[in-house]
């Protein structure tokens, strides 16, 4: 597993879609959720959940409906 803090940010590019789930797993059964305080972490941590998910799946296969989630 390769995760940096670059200039840009947090590159987790080099993170296996099994490493995902594992890290996922591992913060919801953490005792401790403060870490869904900070919005850079929150939003990190639903990145993580979407990309070790069915989602991801049909979301790269063209399979999901964005509708429901474009601007109006």
Do not use: P
């Not at 803090?5 to 403060?34: F, P, T, W």
């Not at 870490?35 to 850079?40: K, L």
């Amino acid at each position: 597993m390769q995760v940096e803090m670059g200039d840009d940010g947090l590159d987790v590019s080099g993170i296996s879609r099994d490493q995902c789930a594992m890290l996922v797993e591992a913060l919801k059964a953490s005792s401790d959720q403060r870490f869904m305080e900070d919005a850079d972490l929150r939003r990190l941590f639903k990145l993580l959940a979407v990309l070790q998910s069915d989602v991801w799946d049909d979301m790269t296969a063209g399979r999901f409906d964005f509708n429901s989630y474009r601007r109006q």
